[in-house]
């Protein structure tokens, strides 16, 4: 199940959409702030640059659903700033993000 969520300002959800309308949106933290774009590349710069190389070239907020387990049921979706492009060192494409609260990296690659 996908859900796109649409924030206007700091009051919220303004709006959603998504294959099951019915389903509640849970709040997943209200304390906290989003980790701005700028953090996001010193946090790669420090975890990931020393391992990869890697030219992005788009990035945007997204909200990555996470499967816990086997059964599907038991999923969260977290907002995660999400960066794809390029590995310079082996030319695979690839897809990185990162935790818009938390920082955590998660990749994916082809």
């Not at 990185?96 to 082809?110: N, R």
């Amino acid at each position: 199940d996908v859900k796109h969520a649409y924030v206007v300002d700091d009051a919220g959800v303004t709006a959603f959409a998504g294959y099951n309308e019915a389903e509640k949106l849970v709040p997943l933290v209200t304390d906290r702030k989003i980790i701005g774009i700028r953090q996001v590349a010193e946090i790669l710069g420090e975890k990931l640059a020393p391992h990869v190389t890697i030219h992005a070239t788009s990035a945007e907020l997204v909200y990555l659903p996470v499967v816990f387990g086997d059964n599907y049921e038991e999923r969260m979706i977290f907002p995660c700033w999400q960066l794809t492009g390029e590995s310079k060192t082996g030319g695979r494409h690839f897809a990185v993000y990162v935790d818009a609260f938390t920082g955590e990296i998660y990749y994916y690659t082809e």
